[in-house]
């Protein structure tokens, strides 16, 4: 697949068939992982990979107890229009049913001494490339983070040890929607040239 294809169809896909995913695909996204990257190539990072029913449960558990306790009480406020209510609903979606995905990657990064890397800025290159790989190969991932509620408690089910710790959890398996260009503003919108204000068209004339 073409990087820009790749790069331009790869959104979060929260709704994913529980069919098994091969090792093989697995070893493709990791090996793309660990080619992003590091800050003096330091890689501090690891990852992880749960396909245990038993194991993906509790977490499914410590997961929709973040998301009711983080969204649940918003839902009036995020559906009030049709892609906040498709949005929220993706994502409930993946909250009431995480544990039915076939495999979950745990991005892991040290948190002290040399690389440490507390803000993500090492980990979430890796992320990417291994989100677009699964795109390329036809699964699909979204980007987690509210399993860190229950840090201690996924630290202590994983056996993680100390001066680590979990930077996101990817859901990845075979999707049940398609993949395509998700909405985004107008790269013309977010885009600053020289200085704060300073904006330019594509056809090169200078705005403010």
């Known amino acids: ?9 790869t959104r979060a896909m929260r709704r994913l068939k529980p069919d098994p995913v091969d090792d093989e695909l697995i070893w493709k996204v990791l090996e793309a992982a660990i080619r992003a990257p590091s800050g003096g190539n330091l890689q501090p ?8 029913a038993e194991t993906k449960r509790k977490i499914g558990e410590w997961y929709l107890e973040a998301w009711n306790a983080t969204y649940g009480r918003i839902k009036d406020t995020v559906t009030a229009d049709a892609q906040g209510t498709r949005m929220y609903s993706s994502a409930d979606h993946l909250a009431q049913h995480l544990a039915e995905v076939p495999v979950f990657i745990i991005g892991v990064v040290r948190t002290g001494g040399a690389g440490t890397s507390s803000s993500g800025s090492y980990i979430f290159p890796a992320i990417q490339n291994l989100m677009l790989a699964a795109r390329g190969l036809g699964l699909g991932t979204t980007l987690t983070t509210l399993h860190r509620a229950h ?18 959890l990817i859901p990845m398996g075979w999707p049940k929607g398609k993949f395509g260009m998700g909405a985004r503003r107008p790269v013309e919108e977010v885009t600053h040239w020289e200085k704060w204000g300073e904006t330019k068209s594509r056809d090169g004339k200078a705005g403010s």
Do not use: H, Q, Y
């Open 1 to 9: 697949m073409d990087v820009f294809e790749a790069i331009n169809t």
């Open 45 to 52: 990072w690891s990852f992880m990979v749960i396909r245990d």
């Open 151 to 168: 840090e201690a408690d996924v630290k202590e089910l994983l056996g993680v040890p100390e001066g680590w710790e979990t930077a996101c």
